[in-house]
């Protein structure tokens, strides 16, 4: 399999190819919300001030922040392949990779620094998935490979499972996660 990166002059290539920044701050992501967790653990804190649930928040960021990661670094190079045609690279692809990043981070800036509303919290988490189900299924639809369209059902599976949980975890339904 050959992988060519788009036409670009610059010669900074982490946001050339989708697995490149996904693959390494998932595994970077992965390492340190873990050991995060754990710290909070140690000192005896039971709860987390992200919905008071560390156990959930954990599960949570294991699923949707680590998962989700390289899922979405898989998925976007693999398309590219699949299809011959172009998946976000560059400035879009860097804005997607922020969403994510942003959505592991705000809940420990809003432990740490400032609060942040937990609805803010959850849209921006939110707001990813459907945003890269929307970029691997134009270039699907584009070259007619209409089969693989079933990633993108996959991915609005996932985003209605994410949405469960934090419309649990904000007061809005119960039982969703039992």
Do not use: C
């Not at 599960?59 to 922040?65: A, D, K, Q, W």
């Not at 509303?117 to 849209?123: E, K, M, R, T």
Request: net charge positive; glycine share 6%.
């Amino acid at each position: 399999m050959q992988i060519q990166e788009p036409n670009q002059s610059s010669g900074f290539a982490l946001f050339n190819l989708a697995f490149r920044p996904f693959f390494l701050f998932a595994a970077l992501a992965g390492l340190l919300l873990m050991v995060y967790w754990l710290a909070l653990l140690g000192k005896g804190q039971l709860t987390y001030n992200y919905y008071q649930l560390s156990q959930l928040w954990h599960g949570h960021e294991m699923l949707f922040g680590y998962s989700v990661a390289v899922i979405v670094g898989f998925l976007m190079t693999a398309v590219r392949n699949w299809t011959s045609i172009q998946t976000p690279y560059g400035k879009t692809l860097a804005g997607l990779f922020l969403i994510w990043l942003s959505a592991r981070l705000l809940p420990i800036i809003a432990e740490l620094i400032i609060p942040i509303p937990s609805a803010v919290i959850a849209a921006v988490d939110l707001a990813f998935l459907p945003l890269v189900a929307l970029a691997i299924s134009l270039p699907i639809i584009r070259s007619g490979n209409h089969r693989n369209l079933i990633f993108t059902v996959i991915l609005m599976a996932m985003t209605v499972a994410n949405l469960l949980t934090h419309l649990q975890l904000l007061g809005f339904t119960e039982s969703t996660l039992a």
